[in-house]
């Protein structure tokens, strides 16, 4: 009989080191190479699984830049669980986290703001026994915005992820003319996981 997945299973799924290194060689116009992070953190520990994330440029890898926390909860009874983000109020007293666990426990709820429109809802398709795929999609007509710098950004959300693999599809978004401004403008970011948390 095969197993559900759980929180323990999202975990195992998300969190760790990645890159997109052979995404970035075969296609180096369209994509740069990229490290990401994505480091539990023990907040929330009561319904969620939480994840710190950020990535850097591989040629500044000590500059990592979109600080962002993700948490988990399961939805009802069906196979599916949803993903809040929320932004930092200081995104500069984070920069380097995903490598320093030992900043990371400092956290608290405190220092973070819930982007209420940033919601995506995490399917999960069964591939074989105790194997899956994650799809991770925004909720229809819900657009997620937020104020950085004093200005509105817009973003649009989505993962999906293997045991081995892991698709960003995150990518800004003109709110006039709905095109891609950055991000996963041709198709989704593929990074490989180079490290387990």
Request: aromatic share 12%.
């Amino acid at each position: 009989m095969t197993s559900l997945p759980n929180l323990s299973t999202i975990k195992e799924y998300l969190a760790g080191e990645f890159e997109n290194k052979q995404q970035a060689i075969a296609d180096p116009a369209w994509y740069v190479q990229l490290r990401m992070w994505q480091r539990p953190v023990s907040l929330f520990q009561e319904d969620s699984l939480t994840l710190f994330a950020e990535q850097a440029n591989i040629l500044s890898i000590d500059q990592p830049y979109r600080q962002r926390l993700l948490r988990i909860t399961p939805l009802g009874s069906d196979i599916s669980f949803k993903v809040q983000y929320y932004m930092f109020k200081d995104p500069t007293a984070w920069c380097g986290a995903g490598r320093n666990n030992t900043l990371l426990n400092t956290l608290t709820p405190e220092k973070l703001d819930i982007l209420p429109g940033c919601v995506l809802k995490v399917n999960v398709e069964t591939l074989g026994k105790n194997q899956y795929k994650l799809i991770a999609k925004p909720i229809p007509d819900i657009r997620c915005t937020f104020d950085y710098a004093g200005k509105t950004i817009e973003v649009s959300l989505g993962f999906e992820a293997t045991q081995k693999e892991f698709l960003s599809y995150d990518k800004g978004v003109d709110s006039i003319t709905r095109k891609a401004t950055w991000g996963a403008v041709l198709g989704p970011y593929r990074y490989t996981k180079l490290q387990q948390y």
